[in-house]
């Protein structure tokens, strides 16, 4: 499949970032329920993007949005969410740096 310009939201964000977000932030964290480190990001396969998940608030005439992106807990299915804007203002704060990879690192360079 080609590199589609598809309308996407401004907070959309792949699993693989949002990942790189968890492992930034919160590392290691134990499910608050029962205790597991082990947890699956919501998205899709299809995409590899993380679904943003949307909660409609209102107190007032206008509803407003909050935009998130969860995972599960393997063992209970305990659900986390992380404010969408956050993980995206991270990503784009820390983009992949694939450049490295690519490059020989030398002694020199670790001084
Ligand atoms: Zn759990």
Not at 15 to 38: E, I, Q
Not at 75 to 84: L, M, N, P, S, Y
Request: with cysteine; glycine share 6%; net charge negative.
């Amino acid at each position: 499949m080609s590199e589609e310009q598809k309308k996407v939201h401004k907070f959309s964000t792949t699993m693989d970032d949002f990942v790189r977000f968890l492992v930034a932030k919160t590392d290691d964290s134990k499910c608050p329920g029962c205790g597991s480190k082990s947890w699956t990001v919501i998205g899709s396969d299809e995409t590899q993007m993380a679904y943003r998940m949307v909660t409609p608030m209102r107190d007032g005439p206008t509803p407003t949005y909050l935009n998130f992106f969860g995972i599960y807990c393997n063992e209970c299915g305990f659900v986390r969410q992380h404010v969408a804007r956050k993980v995206k203002q991270w990503v784009d704060e820390n983009p992949v740096q694939e450049q490295l990879e690519l490059e020989e690192i030398s002694d020199d360079d670790l001084e």
